[in-house]
């Protein structure tokens, strides 16, 4: 069964690692003509690193050594900087749910998985411009001179501005949140003074638009930094936005001298908008599905893109590689059994108040996408499927 996936992204390189550890025939289309240092992190908390466990013997335990490791997961007031949420995590975390919240840079989790590629499966440099799907196959065509390709089944996991889900459902634009996002990487040696640096730790603002997170990054050695603010109007798309570093202190200097030593060390911020989309009904059609941000873009309040895109690999691997049943079935099975999980987190991460205080964190760390129950039938019964 010849599998397709576009978008080499986190959620499509882990769905392609999952299928080659079993034998299908698998093939990544990626527009970019290269891979760079694109994003700044990804945090991989338990439910996402015990996913990843199970792709590759290798890749759990590299990920440990390169990541960093954060002992709690705080939240405090932005004035006083009280602490209204604490939730252990480190060792805790991995006894509790099997594995730990391990935070990387993105482009080490990248190469982590490419390098579990064998050669020619990571095709970059291809450009989706169109599908066109029979009863039997699914045909791709590609920009330029490239020729059209003809594949068993096709995963959608080219992002939020993507091509397969709007060739399945139509052009849907992502609603703009009203809130801007800014990113920066500070060396810990030039933070002194401020605690916790070898936590998750949230700073809750006087507003839902104005919320700060630092975590450590880089086996600790640095923090990363990410916060919001609203603006009423964004017009660029780029996540590589350069931000005026003393506009973004300003946004902040009333919040607690700990944010203000932070920031201030702050030399060279990004900024980009946050968008969203309600959670879609369906993700797939006939021999087409979707993953990832493609299907169900949410805000980073939770930390669960990246891990929702992971869950979503290991899922659609064991329906691709379980019982044989025709495609469309299989992918009606992933689909349903991740749907309302993933509109679940998409409505919590944007009503952004999840542990702000109180600790109920089991029903989204303790998930084991290797082990929960595919989906039913629910609308092959009701005549729905493709």
Same mark, same amino acid.
């Given at each position: 069964?010849?599998?397709?996936?576009?978008?080499?992204?986190?959620?499509?390189?882990?769905?392609?690692?999952?299928?080659?550890?079993?034998g299908?025939?698998?093939?990544?289309?990626?527009q970019?003509?290269?891979?760079?240092?694109?994003?700044?992190?990804?945090?991989?908390?338990?439910?996402?690193?015990? +996913?990843?466990d199970?792709?590759?013997a290798?890749?759990?335990?590299?990920?440990?050594?390169?990541?960093?490791?954060?002992?709690?997961?705080?939240?405090?007031?932005?004035?006083?900087?009280?602490?209204?949420?604490?939730?252990?995590?480190?060792d805790?975390?991995?006894?509790?749910?099997?594995?730990?919240?391990?935070?990387?840079?993105?482009?080490?989790?990248?190469?982590?998985?490419?390098?579990?590629?064998?050669?020619?499966?990571?095709?970059?440099?291809?450009?989706?411009?169109?599908?066109?799907?029979s009863?039997?196959?699914?045909?791709?065509?590609?920009?330029? $001179?490239?020729?059209?390709?003809?594949?068993?089944?096709l995963?959608?996991?080219?992002?939020?501005h993507?091509?397969?889900?709007?060739?399945?459902?139509?052009?849907?634009? +992502?609603e703009?949140?009203?809130?801007v +996002?800014?990113?920066?990487?500070?060396?810990?040696?030039?933070?002194?003074g401020v605690?916790?640096?070898?936590?998750?730790?949230?700073?809750?603002g006087?507003?839902?638009?104005?919320?700060?997170?630092?975590?450590?990054?880089?086996?600790?050695?640095?923090?990363f930094?990410?916060a919001?603010?609203?603006?009423?109007e964004?017009?660029?798309?780029?996540?590589?936005?350069?931000? $005026?570093?003393?506009?973004?202190?300003?946004?902040?200097?009333?919040f607690?001298?700990e944010v203000?030593?932070?920031?201030?060390?702050?030399?060279q911020?990004?900024?980009?908008?946050?968008?969203?989309?309600?959670?879609?009904?369906?993700?797939?059609?006939?021999?087409?599905?979707?993953?990832?941000? +493609?299907?169900?873009p949410?805000?980073?309040?939770?930390?669960?893109?990246?891990?929702q895109a992971?869950?979503?690999?290991?899922?659609?691997?064991?329906?691709?590689?379980?019982?044989?049943?025709?495609?469309?079935?299989?992918?009606l099975?992933?689909?349903?059994?991740?749907?309302?999980?993933?509109?679940?987190?998409?409505?919590?991460?944007?009503?952004?108040?999840?542990?702000?205080?109180?600790?109920?964190?089991?029903?989204?760390?303790?998930y084991?996408?290797w082990?929960?129950?595919?989906?039913?039938?629910t609308?092959?019964?009701?005549?729905?499927?493709?």
């Amino acid at each position: 069964m010849k599998t397709a996936i576009v978008g080499g992204g986190v959620g499509g390189l882990a769905l392609a690692v999952g299928l080659v550890q079993r034998g299908v025939d698998v093939v990544v289309y990626e527009q970019a003509p290269q891979f760079g240092q694109v994003g700044a992190d990804v945090n991989l908390t338990p439910n996402s690193t015990r +996913a990843l466990d199970g792709l590759h013997a290798e890749l759990g335990a590299r990920l440990r050594e390169t990541g960093a490791r954060p002992q709690r997961r705080l939240s405090r007031r932005w004035d006083t900087g009280e602490v209204t949420s604490d939730l252990p995590m480190g060792d805790t975390a991995e006894e509790q749910y099997g594995a730990p919240q391990l935070t990387v840079h993105r482009a080490t989790l990248l190469d982590a998985l490419r390098e579990l590629l064998p050669e020619g499966v990571l095709q970059l440099g291809h450009r989706v411009e169109r599908i066109e799907q029979s009863a039997d196959a699914v045909r791709v065509h590609f920009g330029g $001179d490239r020729p059209a390709v003809d594949v068993d089944v096709l995963v959608g996991a080219d992002g939020i501005h993507s091509v397969v889900r709007d060739t399945l459902f139509g052009p849907q634009d +992502a609603e703009y949140t009203g809130i801007v +996002a800014y990113r920066a990487v500070v060396p810990n040696d030039r933070l002194a003074g401020v605690g916790n640096l070898d936590s998750f730790t949230k700073w809750w603002g006087p507003d839902t638009g104005r919320q700060l997170v630092t975590f450590p990054l880089n086996r600790g050695e640095d923090l990363f930094v990410f916060a919001t603010v609203g603006q009423p109007e964004w017009v660029a798309e780029s996540w590589t936005t350069t931000a $005026d570093a003393a506009e973004f202190r300003g946004q902040y200097a009333d919040f607690h001298p700990e944010v203000g030593t932070i920031l201030g060390a702050c030399d060279q911020v990004m900024k980009s908008a946050l968008r969203v989309r309600d959670p879609m009904p369906r993700w797939s059609e006939g021999r087409v599905t979707l993953l990832g941000d +493609a299907c169900h873009p949410m805000t980073p309040f939770m930390a669960q893109g990246a891990g929702q895109a992971i869950e979503d690999a290991v899922v659609l691997c064991r329906a691709l590689t379980g019982d044989d049943l025709p495609v469309d079935e299989r992918l009606l099975a992933y689909e349903d059994a991740r749907r309302e999980r993933t509109g679940r987190i998409q409505l919590t991460s944007r009503a952004n108040d999840w542990l702000k205080s109180g600790d109920q964190a089991d029903w989204l760390y303790g998930y084991d996408a290797w082990t929960v129950p595919l989906g039913g039938s629910t609308r092959r019964e009701n005549g729905v499927a493709g």
